[in-house]
């Protein structure tokens, strides 16, 4: 192991990066890419570990604990990563309508579908990429992109590309980093980090939109309106 996992964790133990491969155990890499599979496709994954899970795993394959290449847990974690994109995609298309009028609950808030609407207003077919290094964000946008009427062609181009730069780039970056001693020894200190820093992008956004005194339309309350605005803004970009 690479260190006390259980002690003074931030996290649950059931949403600890490290707590959670050491559980999966010989079936680490399995269990990474079921995570990441369900995080990118399935609405009820939004919640959980995304960028902390990649890096510590490239820490682990540094650290041997995780015991296959690092090229063979990219191409997994990459896969996993598209796929679970692709099944989003598909929720989204087959359930978009049901999905917009559907009421909040504990898991699901309006709230979600309309930042992240929001984000892909802002950025076009490129938030498929961007979207991948914005928590709750990459866990929507493909199901947005379903509801939208994006071509699969292009959907899943974007995605490939997205899932690459994140799945791999990610891990690889805790892999090079696990190999210096004082990332090592402080994981619990460099995943606060991670996740500090994977929202600094919708904190980003959210001063540009106050200092535009931009407001949310009010046609988005509408489940109708807020599917056609999606689909128009799709497929214009």
Request: proline share 4%; glycine share 8%; hydrophobic share 55%.
């Given at each position: 192991m690479i260190s006390a996992a259980t002690q003074g964790s931030v996290l649950?133990?059931?949403?600890?990066?490290?707590?959670?491969?050491?559980?999966?155990?010989?079936?680490?890499?399995?269990?990474?890419?079921?995570?990441?599979?369900?995080?990118?496709?399935?609405?009820?994954?939004?919640?959980?570990?995304?960028?902390?899970?990649?890096?510590?795993?490239g820490l682990f394959v540094a650290r041997d604990y995780?015991?296959?290449?690092?090229?063979?847990?990219?191409?997994?974690?990459?896969?996993?990563?598209?796929?679970?994109?692709?099944?989003?995609?598909?929720?989204g298309a087959r359930a978009g309508p049901a999905l917009l009028r559907r009421s909040e609950s504990?898991?699901?808030?309006?709230?979600?579908?309309?930042?992240?609407?929001?984000?892909?207003?802002?950025?076009?077919?490129?938030?498929?990429?961007?979207?991948?290094?914005?928590?709750?964000?990459?866990?929507?946008?493909?199901?947005?992109?379903g509801v939208g009427g994006m071509s699969f062609r292009r959907f899943i181009t974007y995605s490939a590309i997205g899932g690459v730069l994140w799945g791999a780039g990610v891990t690889v970056l805790g892999f090079y980093l696990g190999q210096i001693a004082?990332?090592?020894?402080n994981i619990e200190v460099m995943l606060i980090v991670i996740v500090l820093v994977s929202v600094v992008p919708i904190g980003i956004e959210l001063l540009r939109t106050r200092s535009h005194g931009r407001s949310r339309d009010e046609r988005y309350d509408e489940p109708h309106e807020r599917q056609r605005l999606i689909a128009e803004d799709i497929r214009d970009d």
């Open positions: 649950p133990s059931w949403l600890d990066p490290e707590q959670l491969i050491e559980a999966f155990g010989s079936y680490a890499v399995i269990g990474v890419a079921v995570i990441i599979f369900a995080e990118c496709g399935l609405l009820i994954g939004f919640f959980l570990p995304g960028d902390s899970l990649l890096f510590t795993a995780i015991d296959q290449p690092l090229w063979v847990v990219c191409i997994i974690i990459c896969a996993a990563a598209i796929a679970g994109n692709a099944t989003g995609y598909w929720i504990r898991l699901f808030k309006q709230e979600y579908v309309d930042k992240t609407f929001a984000f892909f207003e802002r950025y076009g077919n490129r938030a498929i990429v961007l979207g991948r290094f914005v928590p709750i964000v990459r866990t929507f946008i493909t199901v947005l992109a004082f990332v090592r020894n």
